[in-house]
């Protein structure tokens, strides 16, 4: 291979060469008469597929393709039910969601006293001195109109220390003995980048920490998880994700023991997702002496971005921001790295051939990043390094032109208009134009994603396209109309975009002959739905290379 011929150009004819044998291969199912969505340009609507092994072998006519069938074959007449790719998620944290499903309280409750209840009966089944942990606990769901407090988790949890996390990932909440145990007393100080919440009367602790002040209950709380727990995890992740139609997902904050879990999972037939699996920045070094970076592994576990994080986040309204929260006029959100922390972490990965993966929300988080990744570029530029902006929440003209300038890849909240609408107030319905912005991206030619990032997030997919079509929550209030765009460019966004992101669009995304059989069958067709019922189509099957990982 010399240098004018790229690894890519390289990899793309061998791909065509392992077609050719494809050719003589006959298929071992097929899908008929359906109303095939394909996103492929070239052929957008089909109505069967031919699939031999875990790809399509024919995507066509129903006579082009049935004429392929020898004799005795499987077929399967879909009753001119809609298919579709199998949506990826391309930023969620399914392993590590997976692992708090099994052994924490689920506190996505609607009231503190059944938050509470929930806390005491584990209490009740918890060996003394043992924590008790909760998650998807969420302040602005609750009818109490006031957040979770230390004397509320004291009554409930009074023998155990107990440690609940907040449904956004960036606040805790612990009860007195929790906090002791984490070595939290009034007098703490605030670490860099992060918050122990007081009371503004009385100066007694809260019980609410923030940000990297989080990392003093990492150190107390035992990690005792078996390697078997991990590959369990991400078991039961698998089935609730197949359910609802992903076939792939970006594990967004991954690290080599999530790396193993998914290898484990896949090696006992456990694992439904293809996982693009991003790795802390903390690991990196070893990673990189490992001689392993971004694209190593194969169609189900693959290695994906180092993973950065710049600033807050939006439902725990901590995103940094040029102009402060509504009603709060002296909150500007926080910054969690400085911009020299990314730098050099970020030279080192790109230098190794890593693609890079930036939490930033709020504007200047986004332009902070944007800095950093321009400056990367500048002084080691490289072919394609397809710089991922995570989450990308609020933006400006200026950002998008230097977005679109870097061929950076936004992963902005799919779910959050519908699903997170109580929030939404703190950013101000001007705001609200500028943010989770596909319309801006997809009329600037920047391909963006779809994303859960679950459990912040829900992650079901129709939910994500009406959300996105509709730009209106649970109670009817529109959030942002500016940005909606239409059901067709939310499925491209949801299927062949998320492929880009991770260097696979020849191999997944769309449906066509050589790519990964990947799809979903739909009990109704999303293009002809009214957008405000999106959410309550039915997923009746979903497909992962060839093999169905959910069926109604
Ligand atoms: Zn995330």
């Avoid at 209490?123 to 942990?133: D, N, R």
């Avoid at 912005?437 to 679950?454: E, K, N």
């Avoid at 940005?483 to 997944?508: D, F, H, P, W």
């Avoid at 019922?533 to 093999?547: D, K, S, W, Y």
Wanted: charged share 25%; proline share 5%.
């Amino acid at each position: 291979m010399n240098d004018g011929t790229t690894r890519r150009e390289f990899l793309g004819s061998l791909a065509a060469f392992t077609l050719f044998p494809l050719e003589q291969e006959k298929p071992e199912l097929i899908l008929h008469n359906g109303h095939i969505v394909t996103m492929s340009a070239a052929n957008p609507v089909a109505e069967a597929v031919a699939i031999s092994r875990d790809r399509f072998l024919a995507v066509g006519k129903n006579t082009e393709v049935i004429n392929l069938a020898a004799p005795g074959i499987r077929k399967i007449d879909l009753g001119g039910k809609t298919v579709l790719p199998g949506f990826i998620d391309a930023h969620s944290h399914p392993a590590q969601a997976g692992l708090s499903h099994l052994r924490m309280v689920d506190c996505d409750l609607r009231s503190i006293s059944a938050v509470q209840a929930a806390l005491r009966e584990r209490a009740a089944k918890t060996p003394a001195g043992e924590w008790v942990l909760g998650f998807k606990y969420d302040d602005t769901k609750t009818e109490d109109g006031r957040p979770l407090s230390i004397a509320d988790l004291d009554a409930a949890v009074p023998d155990h220390p107990a440690h609940i996390e907040h449904r956004g990932g960036h606040t805790v909440y612990a009860n007195s003995l929790g906090l002791r145990k984490a070595g939290i007393d009034e007098k703490t100080p605030d670490p860099p980048g992060g918050k122990i919440d007081h009371d503004p009367v009385t100066g007694k602790l809260s019980g609410r920490v923030a940000e990297s002040a989080q990392d003093f209950f990492d150190k107390a709380i035992p990690h005792n998880f078996t390697r078997d727990d991990h590959r369990e995890g991400v078991k039961l992740i698998s089935k609730m994700l197949a359910k609802t139609g992903i076939t792939s997902a970006t594990e967004a904050q991954g690290n080599p023991t999530d790396l193993r879990a998914y290898q484990d999972a896949r090696d006992s037939g456990d694992l439904l997702y293809r996982a693009y699996c991003f790795i802390n920045y903390r690991f990196i070094d070893a990673m990189i002496e490992a001689g392993v970076r971004t694209g190593f592994g194969d169609e189900w576990v693959r290695l994906g971005a180092m993973k950065l994080v710049c600033d807050g986040s939006i439902s725990e309204r901590t995103a940094r921001l040029s102009v402060p929260y509504e009603g709060r006029p002296n909150d500007f959100g926080i910054l969690v790295m400085t911009e020299e922390e990314l730098y050099t972490y970020g030279r080192k990965a790109h230098l190794a051939g890593w693609q890079i993966g930036t939490h930033a929300n709020g504007d200047v988080g986004i332009d902070t990043t944007l800095r950093v990744y321009e400056r990367l570029q500048r002084e080691d530029p490289r072919h394609d390094p397809r710089f991922r902006l995570e989450h990308c929440t609020l933006i400006n003209d200026d950002l998008i032109a230097r977005i679109k300038a870097l061929g950076a890849i936004p992963t902005p909240f799919s779910t959050y208009v519908y699903y997170h609408g109580e929030k939404m107030r703190y950013y101000g319905a001007e705001r609200l134009n500028h943010m989770f912005a596909l319309r801006s991206f997809l009329d600037a030619g920047i391909r963006a994603t779809q994303a859960s990032d679950y459990p912040p997030g829900e992650f079901i997919p129709m939910m994500a396209l009406q959300s996105e079509v509709t730009r209106t929550d649970t109670k009817g209030n529109v959030w942002g109309p500016h940005q909606k765009i239409t059901v067709e460019e939310a499925i491209r966004v949801g299927t062949i975009n998320g492929a880009y992101a991770s260097y696979e669009e020849n191999l997944k995304g769309s449906i066509e002959t050589g790519k990964l059989a990947d799809l979903v069958v739909l009990g109704r067709d999303p293009l002809k739905e009214n957008p405000s019922t999106l959410v309550t189509i039915p997923v009746e099957r979903t497909m992962a290379g060839g093999r169905w990982t959910f069926e109604s």
